[in-house]
Each structure stands twice: as C-alpha cells, then as structure tokens.
C-alpha cells in the first residue's frame, strides 16, 4: 500500500488555467504538507497542516490554496496558472512537529507543466 | 537565503569507492539534521539523521559526520555501488521558527560506475 499518494502524477495544462492536486497519507499521521520541487531540483515547504489547520504558510502566492477535508487528505489548488508554477509538487506528512526531528515521508509528487 | 549550502552539485565515482556529501548551516536554532535520497521519478526518502549531541552516526554503509562548532555535516557511502546511484539532500530542522520546517541543501547528484 501507498503511504503517502497523489494525483495526477503527470499534468499539462495552459496558462490561466485552474487545477487541483490531491493528497491522501493512509500512516494515521496528524500532520501533512505541500513541498514544491523546482527544474533545479531545489525543495522548498509551502504549507503545512496539522489536523485540518493551516500552521505554515510559506510566502506563496495566494493563486495556490491548499485545502485539508480531513487529517488524511491535504489538496492543492492552483488558480491561473503561470508558466513559473511549472515544478513538481510534493505531498508529504508526519506526526505532528512538537519536536523536531519527525520523519517527514513523501509522496511520488505530481509533475506539473504550464505551457 | 539558502539555508542549507550543500556540495558538491554532483559526484561521480567509481563501485567500491567512497562517496563524501558535504553541508553547512548557520541557524543555531537547527536541531535536526537528516539525508534524504532521492531516486527519479519518486519523492525523497529518509535516510539517517543526526541530532547535533552525537559527532557521528552509521547506518549500514551510511555514516553521517556533524561538527558542531563548524555548523559541518557529511554523508559518507562507504563502498559505493551502482544502486546508490541518486540525488541526495541534506537538510535542517529546529526548533522556534523553523519547527516543522525541513531545509533542503540544493542535493548532490551521485553516479556510481560499475
């Protein structure tokens, strides 16, 4: 079984569009994020939820909204897209950060290309 | 601000060799140090981690070496083969403002010949 899954896998979509990323964790963790890979490979955070609530909030444009039904699921929403949104988006989760040091295990991320 | 400076951008070496990835930081407040390997196509995974009370830490192959003082760590492959061929990334976490936060270095890309 999937620990950390997420769809689409691959999506190519036209400037100004909107579209949406899903993220489901089935390890019973509280905690869940959005990490955003870049062409240069670089990994940066840009949101964090921690049983339903927003606790990070990278500065990200707000076209991006990240919605979380519930502990397991963490979507991503993305509205007029912009050729510089071209990345792959990484889902991932862990057991809350009271402390530091939680593994954080991540999904197989969602290639996302704007042409 | 980059807050993990990580290097080399990539390493090339032969099976049997030894495989040294190096980091650096500055925020005192991290507390956390873990690698992630990352093969193409996936998502990073865990690999050690090092909390900065230990100077070392091995797992199998894998040793890290953190230097406190120096705000140093590396990964170590020891007898590096063909499979360990990935980007790897080292990363930072801590406490007040970054909890919850992991920084990634820029990775390492590492091509093990056979």
């Known amino acids: 079984d999937t620990a950390v899954s997420q769809t689409p896998k691959y999506l190519v979509t036209q400037m100004g569009n909107d579209k949406s990323i899903k993220c489901e964790q089935n390890?019973?963790?509280?905690?869940m994020y959005w990490y955003k890979q870049d062409s240069k490979k670089f990994l940066k955070i840009m949101f964090s939820y921690n049983n339903k609530e927003l606790i990070i909030n990278e500065t990200v444009p707000n076209r991006f909204s990240p919605k979380s039904p519930d502990k397991a699921h963490l979507n991503l929403h993305i509205n007029s897209l912009e050729l510089g949104d071209s990345a792959v988006y990484f889902c991932?989760?862990?057991?809350?950060?009271?402390?530091?040091?939680?593994?954080?295990?991540f999904g197989e991320g969602s290639w996302l290309t704007v042409v | 601000q980059q807050q993990v400076k990580q290097s080399p951008q990539s390493l090339i070496v032969q099976k049997g060799g030894i495989s040294i990835i190096n980091c650096a930081y500055e925020n005192t407040a991290f507390d956390y140090f873990p690698w992630y390997q990352q093969f193409p196509g996936k998502g990073p995974a865990l690999l050690i981690a090092i909390r900065p009370d230990v100077s070392e830490k091995k797992e199998g192959r894998f040793t890290i070496s953190f230097n406190k003082s120096a705000k140093q760590f590396s990964l170590h492959i020891m007898d590096s083969q063909p499979g360990d061929s990935a980007t790897y990334f080292c990363a930072a976490s801590g406490l007040g403002s970054t909890l919850g936060r992991l920084y990634f270095g820029r990775g390492t890309q590492l091509t093990v010949w056979p």
């Open positions: 390890l019973g963790h509280d905690t």
């Open positions: 991932a989760s862990s057991h809350p950060p009271t402390l530091s040091g939680n593994t954080i295990y």
